[in-house]
């Protein structure tokens, strides 16, 4: 069984930091990579940044480059997103995802994986 809980979303002003968690448990096949995703208030989810387990490679969304940090901390069975230089246009709804890798390496996330519930991050002008 699969279970992801975020925590440390916030309000904050343009140019603040905030770092989100994601609590994990389950096999490890289950979170072959992991990733943080967003949604605003009526636009489609988004991805932010995804990490492989398995060599720690990681993707960013060209938005959050040089701003955001996706890390992993296997010991803690925790997932976190180091958010610095924070925009108006970062405030969404943010979910920790994770799922087992294809045969062939790739990540199905977003279109298959385990989801949290999500934590709201808000950044005032």
């Known amino acids: 069984h699969v279970q992801l809980v975020e925590s440390g979303g916030g309000s904050v002003q343009a140019g603040g930091s905030l770092r989100l968690s994601c609590a994990y448990s389950?096999?490890?096949?289950?979170?072959?990579?992991m990733g943080w995703f967003r949604q605003a208030p009526g636009k489609e989810r988004g991805g932010v940044a995804v990490i492989v387990s398995g060599d720690g490679s990681t993707t960013y969304a060209d938005s959050v480059k040089g701003r955001f940090t996706i890390s992993k901390d296997n010991a803690k069975n925790t997932l976190y997103l180091q958010m610095n230089r924070l925009k108006p246009e970062d405030t969404a709804m943010y979910y920790c995802?994770?799922?087992?890798?294809?045969?062939?390496?790739?990540?199905?996330?977003?279109?298959?994986?385990?989801w949290g519930q999500g934590t709201q991050v808000t950044v005032s002008s």
């Open positions: 995802a994770a799922a087992e890798l294809y045969l062939d390496g790739r990540c199905p996330l977003p279109d298959i994986g385990y």
């Open positions: 389950g096999n490890t096949r289950s979170r072959g990579c």
